[in-house]
């Protein structure tokens, strides 16, 4: 038998910024315990950038809250704030705008080893530069930077196939000020676990075809 008991409630209250053209998708709340475990408790599909949610009140719980908007490029970025109080108010949730690809533009040809990738920065983060060749041999470039080139890995047996088809992306990850800090300590471990507040974005994809 499981005895069922009431909780008082609380109230958590406060704002998301929105990044210019972007608009708020959704908001999610779940409710966290000492012993790590969580229960979802919202799921907010409205695109008002203001809330309040009524929380339960249990000693010692805490409150993690999940945005996610998009833009009319495709482009999406999502951001967690976890360790709120359940009565907290102005909770504030900045949402930074995500990478946006630049160059070079959607299908273009001839792309080798000397191309230059180039797209926006995702502000205090790093990036995870795609290249998806399907079952031809794929890259991905880790970097602050807001350019980069497919790498050239012949040498061992990786090379960039002539005439072929692939698509690229940039995923970014923040906050982070170098590549040893996303990979260190706090890094993106507790980002995939949602342990920690950040941010994270996923452009949209272009395709492209390498040199004969």
């Given at each position: 038998?499981?005895?069922?008991?009431?909780?008082?409630?609380?109230?958590?209250?406060?704002?998301?910024?929105?990044?210019?053209?972007?608009?708020?998708?959704?908001?999610?709340?779940?409710?966290?315990?000492?012993?790590?475990?969580?229960?979802?408790?919202?799921?907010?599909?409205?695109?008002?950038?203001?809330?309040?949610?009524?929380?339960?009140?249990?000693?010692?719980?805490?409150?993690?809250?999940?945005?996610?908007?998009?833009?009319?490029?495709?482009?999406?970025v999502y951001t967690t704030k976890p360790?709120?109080?359940?009565?907290?108010?102005?909770?504030?949730?900045?949402?930074?705008?995500?990478?946006?690809?630049?160059?070079?533009?959607?299908?273009?040809?001839?792309?080798?080893?000397?191309?230059?990738?180039?797209?926006?920065?995702?502000?205090?983060?790093?990036?995870?530069?795609?290249?998806?060749?399907?079952?031809?041999?794929?890259?991905?470039?880790?970097?602050?930077?807001?350019?980069?080139?497919?790498?050239n890995l012949a040498s061992v047996g990786?090379?960039?196939?002539?005439?072929?088809?692939?698509?690229?992306?940039?995923?970014g990850f923040a906050p982070f000020a170098?590549?040893?800090?996303?990979?260190?300590?706090?890094?993106?471990?507790?980002?995939?676990?949602?342990?920690?507040?950040?941010?994270?974005?996923?452009?949209?994809?272009?395709?492209?075809?390498?040199?004969?």
């Amino acid at each position: 038998n499981i005895t069922m008991t009431g909780v008082s409630e609380a109230a958590i209250s406060g704002s998301v910024t929105l990044p210019a053209g972007y608009n708020l998708a959704s908001k999610l709340m779940d409710v966290g315990f000492a012993d790590r475990s969580r229960i979802n408790v919202l799921y907010d599909t409205g695109a008002s950038t203001s809330f309040t949610y009524t929380t339960p009140s249990i000693p010692g719980a805490t409150i993690r809250m999940f945005t996610f908007a998009s833009n009319a490029a495709g482009t999406r970025v999502y951001t967690t704030k976890p360790g709120l109080a359940v009565n907290a108010t102005g909770v504030s949730i900045p949402m930074p705008a995500g990478s946006e690809l630049s160059l070079p533009p959607n299908d273009a040809t001839g792309i080798n080893n000397n191309t230059t990738f180039m797209y926006t920065p995702f502000t205090g983060g790093v990036h995870l530069v795609r290249f998806f060749g399907g079952s031809r041999p794929s890259y991905t470039v880790v970097t602050t930077a807001t350019s980069t080139t497919i790498p050239n890995l012949a040498s061992v047996g990786l090379g960039l196939p002539a005439s072929a088809s692939y698509t690229w992306s940039v995923i970014g990850f923040a906050p982070f000020a170098t590549v040893d800090a996303a990979a260190g300590p706090g890094g993106w471990l507790d980002v995939y676990n949602e342990d920690a507040e950040g941010s994270s974005s996923y452009s949209a994809s272009r395709t492209f075809t390498t040199a004969p």
